[in-house]
């Protein structure tokens, strides 16, 4: 007996509320059933179900993810102004090795770091071990290794596996 | 206070403005055709941006119906042109 | 321009929000413009589709919640939707110019401007 996804059916009826622009009983109603029976259906095509197993951590990872893209907002700003001072700005691809192995914990890291300025998911090796990015200021590849794995991977880990 | 607000409305619509010729000039630019989709890309966000902000001007709801249909369609329209890029055609049989 | 009198609660941090997030949107797109190499332009765009489209929409909710005297955020909607569809985009176009680079079997450091 597979689980009720109810986190997804909760979501989507919010959406045909905010869609609709009105809380009364019938839309509200007709929200419902139209999620319940997408879910359902939907559930057939999609084999694997993602498990969110501590939600606090999860409200953790989304406050350090908004405070990471107005970091980074304001070093990108820097580049394109030309405001490094004498620095030189490389740009390059770095190799890091990852632990994760759930197919939604790499998803969440593939759209944490494309979203984040000044960095992009360029590739995962086919055995899931390899992570290459493109950094656009790279001074230490070592510093980034360092960022995924502690900042994100770590908390992506207890919050999927 | 309302005269701030108007001067904030007009300085979003020149840079919005200016940032559609940015990404206008990089897509006739080129170089390679991955240039000119991501140029296209930064595009339609602008322009979603820019109704947003006319809504905000004339105090009305419409123009936010149209920014939501920009947003779903040009991620569909973007994303087909990177998948023609990656593999040479879109829906794959 | 506005015919209604807003209160100022909504209009002061709507109209820092529209300066911030027009300022975020101008220098995503100069970056595009004027970055050298194809992979280097990758990442300015992506400061328009987080801080600038975060802080237009949050400007956008404000000035609606004002105008109705209720809430109203279905800006969210065009959030959740920004989020969750412009990093796909990127990672595709990044793929996609990886590709095509190894194609032409260009060497890696060749500056792409021109």
Same mark, same amino acid.
């Given at each position: 007996m597979k689980r009720t996804p109810w986190l997804l059916i909760i979501g989507l009826t919010l959406m045909w509320l905010l869609l609709t622009g009105s809380a009364s009983p019938g839309q509200l109603l007709l929200?419902?059933?139209?999620?319940?029976?997408?879910?359902?259906?939907?559930?057939?095509?999609?084999?694997?179900?993602?498990?969110?197993?501590r939600p606090l951590?999860?409200?953790?990872?989304?406050?350090?993810?908004?405070?990471?893209?107005?970091?980074?907002?304001?070093?990108?700003?820097?580049?394109?102004? +030309?405001?490094t001072g004498k620095r030189e700005v490389h740009s390059g691809f770095v190799d890091i090795p990852l632990e994760l192995r759930d197919p939604h914990a790499l998803a969440t890291l593939a759209t944490i770091v494309t979203s984040t300025p000044g960095t992009v998911w360029a590739d995962l090796s086919s055995d899931d071990h390899v992570l290459t990015l493109?950094?656009?200021?790279?001074?230490?590849?070592?510093?980034?290794?360092?960022?995924?794995?502690?900042?994100?991977?770590?908390?992506?880990?207890?919050?999927?596996? | 206070m309302n005269a701030l607000f108007n001067f904030a409305l +007009?300085?979003?619509?020149?840079?919005?403005?200016?940032?559609?010729?940015?990404?206008?000039?990089?897509?006739?630019?080129?170089?390679?055709?991955?240039?000119?989709?991501?140029?296209?890309?930064?595009?339609?966000?602008?322009a979603m941006l820019t109704l947003l902000m006319l809504g905000m001007r004339t105090s009305t709801t419409f123009y936010f119906d149209i920014a939501l249909l920009i947003a779903l369609f040009g991620f569909v329209g973007s994303m087909a042109l990177a998948k023609f890029l990656l593999r040479g055609e879109v829906i794959e049989p | 321009m506005t015919d209604t009198v807003l209160p100022a609660w909504a209009l002061l941090p709507a109209s820092l929000l529209l300066i911030l997030g027009g300022i975020c949107t101008l220098l995503g797109s100069v970056g595009l413009l004027r970055m050298k190499r194809f992979y280097d332009r990758m990442h300015p765009p992506s400061?328009?589709?987080?801080?600038?489209?975060?802080?237009?929409?949050?400007?956008?909710?404000?000035?609606?919640?004002?105008?109705?005297?209720?809430?109203?955020?279905?800006?969210?909607?065009?959030?959740?939707?920004?989020?969750t569809t412009s990093p796909i985009t990127a990672m595709l176009v990044m793929r996609a110019a990886l590709h095509r680079q190894i194609a032409r079997r260009d060497p890696p450091g060749k500056t792409d401007s021109g």
């Amino acid at each position: 007996m597979k689980r009720t996804p109810w986190l997804l059916i909760i979501g989507l009826t919010l959406m045909w509320l905010l869609l609709t622009g009105s809380a009364s009983p019938g839309q509200l109603l007709l929200g419902v059933a139209v999620s319940t029976l997408m879910t359902l259906g939907f559930r057939a095509v999609r084999p694997l179900h993602p498990h969110l197993r501590r939600p606090l951590s999860a409200l953790r990872l989304f406050f350090r993810v908004a405070v990471d893209i107005l970091k980074s907002n304001v070093a990108v700003a820097r580049i394109v102004l +030309g405001l490094t001072g004498k620095r030189e700005v490389h740009s390059g691809f770095v190799d890091i090795p990852l632990e994760l192995r759930d197919p939604h914990a790499l998803a969440t890291l593939a759209t944490i770091v494309t979203s984040t300025p000044g960095t992009v998911w360029a590739d995962l090796s086919s055995d899931d071990h390899v992570l290459t990015l493109h950094v656009l200021d790279l001074r230490d590849p070592q510093v980034t290794r360092d960022i995924i794995k502690h900042r994100y991977e770590h908390l992506l880990r207890e919050i999927f596996e | 206070m309302n005269a701030l607000f108007n001067f904030a409305l +007009g300085f979003a619509q020149l840079c919005f403005v200016l940032a559609m010729s940015c990404a206008a000039i990089r897509m006739i630019h080129g170089p390679r055709a991955q240039d000119r989709v991501l140029a296209l890309d930064t595009l339609y966000i602008n322009a979603m941006l820019t109704l947003l902000m006319l809504g905000m001007r004339t105090s009305t709801t419409f123009y936010f119906d149209i920014a939501l249909l920009i947003a779903l369609f040009g991620f569909v329209g973007s994303m087909a042109l990177a998948k023609f890029l990656l593999r040479g055609e879109v829906i794959e049989p | 321009m506005t015919d209604t009198v807003l209160p100022a609660w909504a209009l002061l941090p709507a109209s820092l929000l529209l300066i911030l997030g027009g300022i975020c949107t101008l220098l995503g797109s100069v970056g595009l413009l004027r970055m050298k190499r194809f992979y280097d332009r990758m990442h300015p765009p992506s400061m328009g589709n987080t801080l600038g489209a975060g802080c237009v929409l949050i400007a956008s909710m404000l000035i609606s919640s004002a105008l109705a005297h209720r809430p109203v955020i279905h800006e969210l909607l065009i959030t959740v939707f920004i989020v969750t569809t412009s990093p796909i985009t990127a990672m595709l176009v990044m793929r996609a110019a990886l590709h095509r680079q190894i194609a032409r079997r260009d060497p890696p450091g060749k500056t792409d401007s021109g």
